[in-house]
């Protein structure tokens, strides 16, 4: 059994509980903020926020964890994307995780099919929260977008998502003692590196030596499992993230 699986089978225990005792238990608070109008799309956002020292997760969860899958459906509606922000590496007694801490809010993009008429939608989504232990965290909701007294409701969270850049000049598969590793070429220095692939594959945390930086990665055979592989890597850097899918050579 996965670990969606489990959180799902966690969520069908936890829904025959008392209301009250659900309550009691429930470390996390999500609601939905509409936000401004971005070109022909529309903005919201899902705002989550956490116990102390809680735990959600980035499209790559880590060592353990789950992505966060959320959804928004409407009439009107031709096309969404989720927006994440760009994520910290998190370490604990159960492993290493990539995600965010106490307070995030991932954002809602949405494109109308009739950008004349009103846009609304129903929010649906399933986040693994944890602190020693994992949980699932359900919601549905409603947005009508535009709706909203604040245009600047969601600007840091607007700010925190990686903007596209070429910031890789190369990515190499090499081998590092004995384990295949991805080298990356860098044209500007950054604090951190998340990367996006096989499902089978897990890059380890960078070393930096300069402008070059190192990732080991688990779960590869063999270093040619890498090559000709497209990625997409995230950078943090101090002013929020950058973005850029690159093919291995």
Sequence with gaps: MNRRH????????????????????????????????EGDAWLAGLE??????????????????????????????????????????????????????????????VTPIDPGKPVAGDVAAFIGVCEDI??????????????????DALAHWRAAIPQAADFVTLAKAIEVDGQPALQLDLSR?????????????????????GPRATLKV??????????KVPLRITARIAQGGLEQTVTVV
Aim: glycine share 10%; aromatic share 8%; charged share 20%.
């Design 134 to 151: 994992c949980i699932p965290a359900q919601f549905a909701g409603h947005v009508e977008f535009g709706r909203t007294a604040n245009d």
């Design 189 to 209: 220095p950054v604090d951190d590196i998340f990367v996006e692939g096989s499902a089978l594959h897990y890059f380890e945390a960078p070393s930096f030596d």
């Design 6 to 37: 489990l959180l799902a089978l966690s969520a069908t225990v936890l829904s025959s509980m008392p209301r009250a005792a659900r309550a009691a238990e429930t470390p996390w608070l999500m609601r939905v903020v509409p936000g401004p109008r």
């Design 218 to 227: 688990a779960g590869a055979g063999s270093v040619d499992e890498l090559r």
């Design 48 to 109: 989550i926020i956490l116990q102390p020292h809680w735990k959600t997760y980035w499209r790559v969860p880590g060592q353990g964890g789950v992505p966060p899958d959320v959804t928004v459906k409407g009439a009107n509606i031709k096309a969404s994307e989720l927006l994440l922000p760009t994520p910290t590496r998190l370490q604990s007694a159960g492993g290493e995780a990539i995600g965010y801490r106490e307070q995030v809010t991932f954002l809602l993009r």
